[in-house]
């Protein structure tokens, strides 16, 4: 849930990166740390002796007079998603990646399966939180159609969008896609509060 401190006028979200491990969550903060380097900056990199998480805070600037920072964070690498799942409290949106690459249809539904039960420990919904879905890895020649990758997912999205996180195509797009709805949600919070 987003935070605003009115007395400071500043408010914070976070918005989580999920999916199956090797899906491109890494890439995609990649992507944003190099396409926004003066508002961008790493909170923490994945070394052995650090929890596996990735996280980015994203300086978004001012909003009816407050200071608005983004906490992005993905789990890193092959860790199981059932580590990751205290990710998810707190979470004001989520980007779901899945993975276009043939073979992956079984991780891709595991993967979503783990947000619905992360998301429900943490007293959320699939529903009641933004959602946006990145096809990601749409440059491989065998990649499965949209139609197919949609029917693995058993939810529609509120927006979707199809990328290469390695060429950095659809990156931005997807942040900027996610962010309408929690910017929205910060400055509901900053109005109430």
């Not at 009816?64 to 990751?84: E, K, R, Y």
């Not at 959602?131 to 949209?146: E, G, I, T």
Request: aromatic residues 4%.
């Amino acid at each position: 849930m987003s935070y605003t401190d009115s007395l400071n006028r500043i408010s914070a979200a976070k918005i989580v990166y999920w999916g199956p491990a090797r899906c491109g969550k890494s890439e995609n903060l990649r992507s944003i740390l190099q396409s926004s380097p003066e508002s961008v900056r790493p909170l923490s990199l994945p070394a052995p002796e650090n929890p596996p998480v990735e996280m980015l805070h994203l300086d978004l600037g001012g909003l009816q007079g407050f200071d608005v920072s983004v906490h992005l964070c993905a789990l890193h690498g092959t860790f199981n998603l059932t580590l990751g799942e205290p990710l998810l409290h707190g979470a004001d949106g989520v980007v779901f990646i899945v993975d276009s690459e043939p073979g992956r249809e079984e991780d891709n539904q595991r993967a979503f399966e783990r947000l619905r039960q992360g998301l429900a420990s943490a007293g959320a919904s699939i529903e009641s939180v933004p959602l946006v879905l990145q096809y990601n890895k749409r440059d491989l020649p065998a990649a499965h159609s949209m139609d197919t990758l949609r029917s693995l997912i058993p939810v529609p999205p509120q927006e979707e969008i199809e990328a290469v996180a390695l060429r950095d195509e659809g990156t931005l797009d997807t942040l900027k896609t996610i962010l309408r709805p929690v910017l929205q949600a910060i400055k509901t919070g900053q109005e109430r509060g």
